[in-house]
């Protein structure tokens, strides 16, 4: 037996540092990582853990270190679509390596960019290497299904995702209106945007065996229930006005049963934090809400806890609806076959 062998594009960042933490607690072996930045430094010195002994590489050196050290899989913690990482992609799978980005838009690439995941699933059947789009959508859909299996009737099921601003930097103000006064709202842009929760409804649909009718996008706004000041990003946002970017998709079906998803990008007020919660309506209603909901690291691990299941699947483009039940893995998962 040895250990699985891991290499990662976006070495450097948040999302790839807590994945190199929850790799070396499953002692899995890191053999390479790529990165824009840092070049030189162990990875391990990066995520905050002491020397792994793998440095940092330049990504225009990655194809040739792949092919000498050989990873079982390549994570990618660099892009967030199809087209922008689909270099890595099909490199990785050209060269029989299976291949997980995080990004959000490469959740269901057959539907976002299905030239390119026409592209790619064949060069994975070919090869026997897979592709998997992962991370906390991994949760948006696996639990709202655990959750509806307690309902003998459901009419609506909703997922809600609270992701508070107070933490990021002052990018998240670039083209936010927050703090704009109610009866000027109307003069926002309506532009509704692509979203990853399409597919993680459509594929709850599917599971549920229900007939899908229509799919909406919208977005909303809220007002704050408070004065809400910022001190680090010199934010103040004065009592009822915007606070609050609400981005809904919405799925009926002929069943009679709605599908919604709520993604919130807000200023919170003090004790409020980021959070998940589900709600199925039907008989008997219940609600489930997961405070304290760490984006960052949640996505990460949730990654590195699929990484077995990935190795083992078929070549070819693979959704999560096609793997087991996404749960935590032990180190013993991480031992791979000589």
Partial sequence: MRRTKIAIFGSAGVVASVCIRGLAERNADIVAGFELREIGKDLGLTAGIGRLGVAASEEKDAEAILKERRPDLVLDCTLNTVPEIFPHA??????GINYMPVGVFCYDPFKTDPELAKQLDEIGKRTGATYLGSGSAEVWQSLPMVLSALGNK?????LDFNALLNDFGAECLEGCA????RDQWDTLPQDVFPSPFYSVLRMMAEKF????????????YAAAPQDIDVERLNVHIPKDTLCDYISRDILTTKDGVELWAQSHYKFGVPGETNSFTVTVEGEPNFRMEIENFHGDSSTS???????????????????????????YKSADAFRMED
């Avoid at 099909?90 to 060269?95: G, I, P, Q, S, T």
């Avoid at 459901?154 to 909703?158: A, F, G, K, L, P």
């Avoid at 927050?178 to 006064?181: C, D, I, T, Y």
């Fill in 209 to 220: 065996g229900l007939t899908v009718e229509n799919y909406r996008q919208e977005n909303d």
């Fill in 90 to 95: 099909k490199m990785c799978l050209e060269n």
């Fill in 301 to 327: 691990i949730i990654m590195v806890n699929r990484i077995p299941d990935v190795i083992r699947a078929p070549g070819g483009i693979r959704f999560v609806s096609d793997l087991p039940v996404i749960t």
């Fill in 178 to 181: 927050f703090g704009l006064p």
């Fill in 154 to 158: 459901v009419s609506r099921v909703t």
